[in-house]
């Protein structure tokens, strides 16, 4: 972390130094001093999806889910497309209790990355949720040949009669 400090007072104009920071005080669990150094990235390249899609992360740890989608929104509107940003929105949308959005922006990140079994445990909670059984050991069992844990947990203890 010292490292991009010293990079920003060599340069204050490098976003890429606010966003690292930012980054590592989320990991710490500081998200309101990484939002800061993730606005003041975005204040200076505002055209860099990747720093939205990092706001979302922190703006989702702090539970402001709508905040977090528009950032999510607002990234892929600018091209950064891949599984993390539709399996992230998606978790923002099912944490805000939007369980169709969410399944709707899984499909997305599976379609980028079916061998992800944390996109499968997810997918198959939200359908869990809408009472959608099936649906949801369908997934976690597609997760538990992936061998993701959650999914084996999940599909042993729903859909069939034995426990972990």
Known sequence: MNLFRTSIQLDSLYSD?????????NIKGNSDSALFFIN???????KNAEFYNRRGIIED????YNSAI???TKAISMGFKNYEIYYNRGLAHGRNNNYLLAINDLN??????????????????????LN????????????SILDDENCKIGFYNFCTNKKI
């Open 61 to 64: 740890t702090q539970k402001n």
């Open 132 to 143: 959608l059984t099936e649906k949801a050991c369908v997934d976690w069992e597609s997760g």
């Open 17 to 25: 130094s606010y966003k690292e920071i930012s980054t590592i005080l």
């Open 40 to 46: 003041k990235a975005i204040e200076l390249n505002p």
């Open 108 to 129: 997305y990140a599976i379609k980028f990355d079916s061998t992800n079994g944390s996109c499968y445990f997810s997918r198959g909670l939200f359908y869990y949720k």
């Open 70 to 72: 528009r950032d999510f």
